[in-house]
């Protein structure tokens, strides 16, 4: 599990969690319409000149399950634990006629050593994939280091509390000193990539949030409110940390303009994130397919 923002009600049980992170998904995508939409979700800008060639010949998407999980209803692609979408959000990306060859090694549950270390055994690391003639990399990356898991794992199993906030009390000196890592973490990433990959352009994906920056909804009322804002905190930080590293290597870095409003606590045909995945047709916790499109909608702007 990846995201900074996070909030499950006690009522929800946690296997609908844990299985959906779990299971890969074995249907066919929806094909889109006439309209550019699939199912009523838009898909990724194509409108560009078909006589021109790729401005981009050799994509790498890296990252985490923000970047690897797609619809629950799309197949997957390389090993089934990383439950690699094909409609994520780079997959609709590489639809664009500037983009040629996509190399998608987006993994769930990957962190930062894992970019140079093999996270699967017999799974080769994901900076494997990059060359020097790779032009475009996409990266989401950071969520993992910081313990999101157990984050999530506290809050679903501890019973509403009026007051106090039992996750960070539990939880908060240790996700803080991973938040205080994590710049130099992702400066070596940036380095890695840059070594390997000297010419490439590279977009940084920020997390997509799951609990409003204020308010909330029936979801987010089976949290403790003091953990509720602590998430907030964290996700604030995070996002920030990121944005900053990618800063400092020279990267892009893009998150739809829309998100905040765009939140698990929207409406289910507006989410860009859903709390379970049940009315969207998405993994809980993670993008739903609109969440995707428009990611890929926010990368495409900045190419």
């Not at 009600?9 to 946690?14: E, G, L, R």
């Not at 549950?109 to 900076?127: N, V, Y």
Request: include cysteine.
């Amino acid at each position: 599990m990846q995201p900074p923002r996070l909030a499950t009600p006690v009522a929800k049980p946690v296997a609908v969690l844990v299985t959906a992170l779990t299971a890969a998904s074995l249907l066919g995508a929806c094909a889109a319409d006439d309209e550019g939409t699939a199912d009523g979700v838009p898909t990724a800008v194509t409108d560009l000149d078909p006589e021109a060639g790729p401005t981009y010949a050799r994509y790498v998407a890296l990252g985490d399950s923000f970047a690897a999980l797609g619809a629950t209803d799309a197949p997957t692609s390389g090993p089934d634990r990383c439950l690699r979408s094909t409609a994520n959000y780079a997959s609709l990306l590489a639809e664009r006629r500037d983009v040629g060859e996509l190399v998608d090694v987006t993994c769930g549950g990957a962190e930062t050593t894992d970019m140079t270390e093999p996270q699967i055994p017999e799974t080769p690391p994901q900076f494997d994939a990059l060359t020097p003639d790779t032009d475009l990399v996409t990266l989401s990356i950071g969520g993992n280091d910081i313990g999101f898991g157990a984050m999530v794992g506290c809050i679903v199993q501890t019973p509403r509390a009026e007051t106090g906030a039992p996750c960070r009390d539990r939880l908060e000196s240790t996700v803080t000193d991973q938040l205080d890592a994590l710049g130099d973490r992702l400066d070596r990433v940036y380095d890695g990539i840059r070594d390997r990959s000297p010419d490439a352009r590279v977009v940084t994906t920020a997390y997509l949030p799951l609990v409003p920056d204020d308010g909330g909804c029936e979801f987010v009322s089976g949290m403790s409110p003091g953990d509720v804002a602590w998430t907030r905190h964290v996700t604030e930080r995070i996002n920030l940390i990121v944005s900053d590293a990618a800063d400092r290597a020279g990267a892009d870095v893009v998150l739809p303009e829309d998100a905040d409003e765009r939140s698990a606590c929207a409406p289910a045909t507006e989410r860009y994130t859903d709390f379970t995945g049940q009315e969207t047709g998405s993994h809980p916790m993670h993008p739903t397919q609109a969440g995707h499109a428009a990611m890929a909608e926010a990368v495409g702007a900045v190419l």
